[in-house]
Each structure stands twice: as C-alpha cells, then as structure tokens.
C-alpha cells in the first residue's frame, strides 16, 4: 500500500522564524509532489508543486525534493502567523492516477 | 467567480436516506474528483473522472454512485446512509491526471 508521511504536529514557531515540514513517500515510482495548505474549515489549497530533485522556490516557500531518499520537504521563510495552517503533502502515484495525500502537519506561528 | 463550486455546503440526515452532492468546475478542466476527509483530517481519494469517463473507483462502497454529465460536472449520491459516512467531501479538478489540483469548498455530511 502506498504511503505518504507526515509528522501531526504542531510544530510552532516563532515569527520570522524558518519553518521546516517534512514528507516521506513509499512509491519509489512517483513522479509529481504537492504541497496543499488547509486553513481550519476551509479546503486545501496549493502551494507548491515539484517534479524534478532539488529545490524549488516561490516568494518564501521553497520546495525540496530527494527522489533517492524517497523525501519532500517545505520551508516556509519569514513565517507569519496568517502561515499557521495544516499543510498536506501529496504524492502521484507512477501512474498519473492518483494522489495520495499525508495526514498533514499542523503549522502554529507564534506572534 | 468561484472556480470550484459544490451544494450543498452542509448537509445533515439520517440513517438510511439517499442524498446528494453536486460539483461544477468552471476552470476547462479534463478531470474531477471526489475526496472524503474524515475527523482524523486524512484526505482519501473516492472517484477519478477523465472527460466524463470513469477512471478510478477507490474501494468505495456501492453505496456512493458519481454521474457526470458532462466535463463541467461530476455529482455524488450516496445511498441507505451510514453514520461511518459523516465526514467532509471534497470535489476537486485539474487540467489533467498529472497536474495540480483545485478543491471545491467542501460538503459537511453529518449523519444521525
């Protein structure tokens, strides 16, 4: 059964602080990685997506990928406490089929 | 605009009804999703949808049907409620299979 991992949480930091979330995945097959954000109540919403090993940076999100560790990451820089959310990693399966989501980290950025 | 719409944004029922939930994406997206999220907030995919055609039916009990008329629309019946169905259902598209995803606001089943 294919697996996506997350730590529950919360982790908290402080503000401008750098928040570090991380993701394991058993499909050694996967090509495609998400990060979604879910406020409380709300529905997911994405942050970032990566397919090739390496980072990838948007404005203070930068996604990490390791392929051979089988191992995503999200560092939020600057955090701000609007960032204190749930956030979802989510892996497609080799196929392009489905995506399997982790049971996500909840996020507290303390003001 | 809402890029993602579903109705109804709550529903609360009993044991044993039939009810419905009705998704509509406005963004010319290809493929449609139903999602369940349970208390423990585990995301789990239910149905793939692929320009109307069915993709994948992920270990759904008979009970859940989807139709979609068209590529805008992909609908969720669920039949004879069981209280295990109370969660949050969530429809989602995108451009294709290998690309993001965009989520709907949600449906809140309650089942007593």
């Known amino acids: 059964q294919k697996e996506v991992e997350q730590n529950s949480g919360p982790l908290s930091v402080p503000e401008g602080a750098i928040a570090s979330l991380n993701c394991t995945y058993s499909d050694r097959g996967s090509q495609s990685f998400f990060w979604y954000r879910q406020y409380s109540g709300k529905s997911p919403e994405l942050i970032m997506f990566?397919?090739?090993?390496g980072d990838k940076e948007d404005g203070r999100f930068t996604a990490q990928l390791n392929k051979a560790s089988q191992y995503v990451s999200l560092l939020i820089r600057d955090s701000q406490p609007s960032d204190s959310a749930t956030y979802l990693c989510a892996v497609l399966d080799n196929a392009g089929n489905m995506l399997t989501f982790g049971g996500g980290t909840r996020l507290m950025v303390k003001p | 605009d809402t890029a993602v719409s579903q109705t109804p944004k709550y529903l609360v029922t009993q044991m044993g009804n039939d009810k419905s939930i009705k998704c509509e994406q406005n963004l010319g997206h290809d493929t449609m999703y139903w999602y369940k999220q349970d208390s423990k907030k585990f995301l789990k995919t239910m149905f793939i949808y692929s320009n109307k055609e069915p993709i994948l039916n992920e270990t759904v009990p008979n009970r859940f049907s989807p139709d979609s008329p068209d590529k805008v629309h992909l609908n969720l019946h669920i039949n004879s409620l069981e209280l295990g169905d109370s969660a949050v259902y969530f429809c989602a598209s995108s451009k294709d299979r290998e690309y993001e995803q965009y989520f709907g606001p949600g449906t809140r089943l309650t089942v007593t």
């Open positions: 990566i397919y090739s090993n």
